[in-house]
């Protein structure tokens, strides 16, 4: 959530910034500002003069004067008159509170200076390639599924069965491969000083809102009907939650998490999309990494972020590429954002496998989540939001895809990278 200070001192500043996102209109929020303030200022006023009242009446009885007498009983009748015109105000400034607090939800996040500005991902800037040397012969390559079905790892249409389109079903080495996959990814990012959770799948509005779901992407999850609870499009929800509204020391910064879990996105707006494989399911699992940061490091704990990302594809050998989005790609809560896109060989095209954005205290604000040094000078310490930043450590579907479709031999086989053999205990699949 944006800082409503900042809207309201700089707001030509802000409108700047917003625009290089798209159309939005802070006008509303500013003068709905303007009256919250103004109802703010009549408020304390009116508490001033009630204050005063009530200190005069002491006054008077402390001097002798009758308790019940007309003096001060006009003293008590007027700080009844104030104390009815206070109950007027409050449910009215209660209601602007409540407006521009809606309208600040639904604004993105500010593109970071250094973000490049564009409209679309066309214009989103390729920073490095890694691995060319690594993509297979052009002639004869299947896609991902086809070599799934044909080994008998990958089954769709009884998932389909199961459940509906955009599902699938990973059976004897489709299975182990995805739960190497997963080991192999945990086990490298805790190495690199990750702390490993469990959370829970389901999340519960306010902490969807918190992280930047909620209300703008409503129709992209999975709501249970009969409770607020909704099925995580992501774990990062649950891992920044765990710190909602508190107040952490500065010495337990940096907090670095990463988890597996399942996800599930409807994936509105995308039919006709990636409708064959495992690149666009309803149901889909990942190892998600999240920070929590100081923002003085928040910068240089991003590039950290993507290189632990890209760890995971040098590791697999697989080819990959990094860009850097521009203003009018970035997702919601981002700040800045770098996409890894891994090698399809059977589409010629670099695909999406990883994201890591800093959302700088964007989430920090709708989470309430701060930090404060308690050492050093009482006078200097403050409290102020941590940032946050989240990075996909990878998408595990994705990976499998890519490991298919780059590992395929004539035979019809598929060699297992070598980092994932000890996992498997196999070497072809």
């Known amino acids: ?38 109802l703010e200022q009549e408020r304390i006023q009116l508490e001033t003069k009630s204050n005063e009242i009530g200190k005069q009446v002491g006054e008077k009885i402390q001097s002798g004067r009758d308790p019940k007498g007309p003096e001060v009983q006009a003293l008590r009748d007027q700080g009844q008159r104030l104390k009815a015109q ?9 209601a602007l509170n409540a407006e521009i607090t809606a309208l600040l939800l639904s604004l993105p996040n500010l593109p970071s200076e250094s973000t490049p500005v564009g409209k679309t991902e066309a214009e989103n ?25 044909n080994l008998g790892i990958l089954n769709f249409e009884r998932a389909v069965k199961i459940a509906q389109s955009r599902f699938v079903t990973l059976i004897g080495p489709g299975a182990a491969l995805e739960r190497a996959l997963i080991q192999f990814m945990l086990d490298q990012h805790i190495a690199n000083g990750y702390i ?3 959370p829970p799948l389901l999340v519960n509005s306010i902490s969807l809102t918190a992280t ?7 129709e992209e999850s999975f709501k249970c009907s009969d409770d607020d609870l909704w099925l995580i499009p992501t774990s990062e ?8 509204d508190e107040i952490l020391d ?8 990463c988890a597996y879990t399942p996800c599930f996105r409807r994936e509105a707006g995308s039919y006709g999309k990636d409708t064959r494989g495992l690149i666009r399911l309803h149901q889909f699992n990942k190892v998600e990494l999240v920070k929590l940061v100081t923002p003085e490091t928040s910068e240089a704990e991003h590039e950290r972020l993507v290189q632990d990302a890209e760890g995971i594809l040098q590791a697999l050998k697989l080819p990959y590429r990094v860009l850097e989005l521009c203003t009018g790609d970035l997702g919601f809560s981002a700040a800045k954002c770098y996409d890894l896109e891994v090698w399809m060989p059977s589409a010629g095209t670099y695909r999406e496998i990883s994201s890591c954005s800093n959302v700088r205290d964007f989430q920090a604000r709708r989470a309430n989540i701060r930090f404060k040094d308690t050492k050093g000078d ?9 940032h946050a930043l989240n990075g996909t450590g990878v998408a595990i579907g994705r990976a499998m895809a890519a490991v298919l479709e780059n590992y395929q031999q004539s035979d019809g086989t598929v060699r297992v990278p070598e980092v994932l053999q000890p996992y498997l205990q196999r070497d072809v699949l």
């Open 237 to 244: 929800v649950s891992m920044v939650n765990l710190y909602r």
């Open 86 to 94: 206070l109950s007027e105000l409050e449910p009215q400034e209660k």
């Open 1 to 38: 959530m944006l800082d409503i200070k900042q809207i309201r001192e700089n707001p030509e500043q802000v409108q700047a910034r917003l625009n290089l996102r798209g159309t939005y209109d802070l006008q509303p929020i500013l003068a709905l500002e303007e009256n919250r303030r103004r």
């Open 196 to 198: 490993e959770v469990i």
């Open 212 to 218: 930047g779901q909620l209300p703008k992407f409503a």
């Open 125 to 149: 800037i390729e920073v490095r390639r890694w691995g060319d040397e690594y993509k297979p012969p052009a002639e004869a390559l299947l896609p991902h599924w086809e070599i799934g079905e």
């Open 378 to 386: 009482k006078k200097k310490k403050k409290t102020d939001f941590v």
């Open 250 to 257: 500065a010495e337990q910064l940096p907090i670095y998490h």
